[in-house]
């Protein structure tokens, strides 16, 4: 008569982050030998799961704002005398006339 002892381990993962087509196996109450590769199996359900996420909601793609180069400079000489004035910029671009 052999002992054949069973280790048990709550993962935390739900069938709401599992594929639908490897739902009947994980029902089925699948057995690895090891502990090793039952956890490397929890993985491999991750990461089919993720991939197929990734296939059906690809990330937004970033837009990045480029900005003037000199964007600095222009905030910090706005009003100063011998820079150019920019069509935004009233306080360089001040006129007087004379009566």
């Given at each position: 008569?052999?002992?054949?002892?069973k280790?048990?381990?709550?993962?935390?993962?739900?069938?709401?982050?599992?594929?639908?087509?490897?739902?009947?196996?994980?029902k089925?109450?699948?057995?690895?030998?090891?502990l090793?590769?039952?956890?490397?199996?929890?993985?491999?359900?991750?990461?089919?799961?993720?991939?197929?996420?990734?296939l059906?909601?690809?990330?937004?793609?970033r837009?990045?704002?480029?900005?003037?180069?000199?964007?600095?400079?222009?905030?910090?000489t706005?009003?100063?005398?011998?820079?150019?004035?920019?069509?935004d910029?009233?306080?360089?671009?001040?006129?007087t006339?004379?009566?």
């Amino acid at each position: 008569m052999g002992f054949n002892p069973k280790v048990v381990e709550t993962t935390g993962v739900t069938t709401a982050t599992v594929r639908t087509d490897q739902l009947a196996n994980l029902k089925a109450n699948v057995e690895e030998p090891t502990l090793a590769a039952a956890r490397q199996y929890i993985r491999n359900l991750q990461s089919a799961y993720a991939a197929q996420q990734l296939l059906l909601h690809p990330p937004r793609p970033r837009r990045f704002r480029r900005r003037c180069p000199h964007h600095a400079d222009h905030e910090s000489t706005a009003g100063q005398p011998g820079r150019r004035p920019r069509n935004d910029d009233h306080s360089a671009a001040t006129t007087t006339t004379a009566a």
